[in-house]
C-alpha cells in the first residue's frame, strides 16, 4: 500500500511535468529570453549551465517532490540542466522510489553507493559526475527550497566562483540549534573562515573550482574542509539569505553523543592538516 501511494504521487507529479518536455526547445528559448529581459544579458549569460545533485539517505519521503520542483525551476530559468541522486546505501524502500523517478524523468540519473560511503563521500561522487560549467547541490531533505535556486544564479556573475546561501532562520530543534551555532562558532575560529554559515548546503559553484582543489573527507566535516580549502584558494564567494525549514520526513544522522564525538575527533585531524601543518590537500 505505501508502495503504491508513492508510486501514485509521483505519477502525478510526472503529468505535470510533462508540460514542460513537451516542446522543450521552444520553452527554453522562451524562458532565456525572459531571463536576459528581466536580470539583464550579464547575469542570464554568466550561469547557463549548471549541473545539478542531490545526496540521498533514505529520503524516500522527499526526493520526487524535490526533482519535480528542480526541473520546473530550472526550466523556468531557462537552464542547460542535469540532475543527478547521489544513493549513498539507502534502503529497497528509498531504491524502489529511485529507480521510478529515473524512469519517469529522462533527465534524472541515479549513482548509487552499494554501501553508505558518508556525507562527504555522497559530495565528492557528485561533484565528479558534473559536466556542466555550474553545480548546484543541496541535501535530499528537502529542509531547502529549491525554487530558490533562482537567487543563487541571480548572483552568479562572471566574477563569482561560489554562491553560498546562509540561513535566515534555523528551524530544528533546540538541541540542533545550540549544537550548531557551537560548531558554527567553533569552525569560524578554528579554520579562519569568512562566511556566515558554514553549514549551509545550498550552494552554486564553478565547476572549474575543482580544478585548484581536492575533497578528501567521507564524513560531514567536507563542508569545513571545502570551504577552508576555497577560501585560501582565492575563490571569489558571494553569500546570499536562503530559507530552511523543519525536516519533513526521516531524521539526522549527526545529531546523537557518538556522532558529535567522531565529527570532533575529525575535525581536531582536520585542523591538523589544513592548519597546523598547513596541507593543500
Known sequence: MMTETIVGRLLHSAKVLSVFFVSRCGVLLYSRIAVKAHYGDETAMACSSVSIFFPCYQDWGTMGSMVLLTARTAERLGLDYDITIVDDGSNDHTLELLDEI??????????????????????????????????????????????????????AGPDVDVVQ?????????????????????????????????????????????????????????????????????????????????????GKSQFFNFRRIALVTWQLLGLWVGLVLLRRTT
Open 165 to 249: 546561501g546562509y540561513k535566515i532562520t534555523r528551524h530544528d530543534p533546540l538541541h540542533r540549534i545550540v549544537i550548531g551555532r557551537i560548531y558554527h562558532w567553533m569552525v569560524k575560529v578554528a579554520f579562519g573562515l569568512r562566511i556566515r554559515d558554514v553549514d549551509c548546503d545550498f550552494r552554486l559553484i564553478r565547476r572549474s573550482v575543482f580544478d585548484k582543489i581536492t575533497l578528501v573527507s567521507d564524513s560531514g566535516v567536507i563542508c569545513c574542509e571545502m570551504m577552508t580549502k576555497m577560501q585560501r584558494a582565492g575563490c571569489r564567494i558571494v553569500e546570499t539569505p536562503v530559507h530552511h525549514y523543519q525536516r519533513a520526513h
Open 102 to 155: 529515473a524512469r519517469r524523468f529522462p533527465q534524472v540519473k541515479v549513482l548509487r553507493h552499494e554501501k553508505n560511503r558518508g556525507y562527504g563521500g555522497a559530495l565528492r561522487r557528485g561533484f565528479a559526475a558534473a559536466t556542466r560549467e555550474w553545480i548546484f547541490y543541496t541535501d535530499g531533505d528537502a529542509q531547502y527550497d529549491v525554487r530558490e535556486l533562482e537567487q543563487l544564479v541571480q548572483h
